[in-house]
Structure formats: C-alpha cells, structure tokens
C-alpha cells in the first residue's frame, strides 16, 4: 500500500522536511525501503538576462489537487513506492523561496529517483497550476515547461 499525500500550499505555510521524513521512515514498520528522493524547487533570481522580482501562482485549486493526488497514485503504481509526496505553492513568491516538494519513497533509489523526476514533469504539464513571472523585462505567463507570453495590460475604460 502506497501512502500518498498531495495538496497546494500558501506561500507562507511551512514544511519541516526532517518532520516529513521522520514521518515517512517511521511508517515503514519493517525498514523495506531503502531510498527517498526529495526535490525543491526554488525561484530563481535571473533568467533570460532578466532579473526576476517575483513570481504569483495561481490554481483552479480543487482540480489541481486532485490532480496532484491522481500524478501520484499513478507514479506510485508505476515503480511500486511505498510513499509519494508532492506539495505545490500557490501566492506570491519571491526569488530564493520554495516552488514545489517532491518526496518519492521505495526500495532504492533506482525506482525513487526517476518517479521524482516523472512526478516533476507531469506536474508541469497536466496540474492547472498558473506561474506569472514579475521580470525586469516586463510580465510574462508560463505554460508547462518554459513556454512564456508576454502579459499585456490592457487600460481599463474610464
């Protein structure tokens, strides 16, 4: 049986990572597994020879954490886990702070690796998770995995 946890979190909530594998470890009662594969994903401050002041995520949120928890039912499936983690911010966030939790727990790190790095890409692809990035350069919407439209504001009529 897999254990599966998915949800979206505020920018300012918290995760003890030592808590959440404390957590994980001590559920496997009979110590079978021998790995647990963890990505962070942080803003970064530069792309594109831009600076980058912030970035504002936004979710149809009842749609995007069910489909978070159906990513990981299936990665869990997929290579046999014991656990599957994955918790998405939503707000503004500013270069430096955290995106997204990935947390993959199994035998070894020959199944758990791959299933982060499979979590990762899916989420990017099939959560409706949306990323304004705040840039010297202007604001532009992200869709999947690095395609950007330029945001333009248009004037409100008086």
């Known amino acids: 049986m897999c254990y599966i946890e998915a949800k979206l979190l505020e920018s300012g909530e918290k995760i003890l990572l030592d808590e959440l594998i404390g957590k994980l470890s001590a559920m496997d009662k009979n110590h079978g597994n021998g790995a647990l594969s963890i990505f962070v994903g942080l803003v970064k401050g530069e792309l594109n020879e831009a600076r980058v002041h912030e970035l504002e995520y936004t979710a149809i ?38 995106t997204i939790y990935i947390v993959t727990m199994g035998t070894s790190r020959k199944n758990t690796n791959p299933a982060m790095i499979e979590v990762l890409e899916r989420v990017k692809k099939e959560v409706p998770v949306f990323k304004l990035e705040k840039r010297s350069d202007g604001e532009y919407w992200v869709i999947g995995d690095g395609v950007r439209y330029r945001r333009t504001l248009t004037p409100s009529p008086s």
Request: net charge positive; proline share 3%; charged share 30%.
């Open 61 to 98: 949120s009842e749609v995007a954490a069910k489909r978070l928890e159906e990513i990981a039912r299936d990665i869990c499936t997929k290579y046999s886990l014991s656990a599957v983690v994955i918790y998405h911010r939503l707000g503004r966030l500013k270069p430096g702070e955290t």
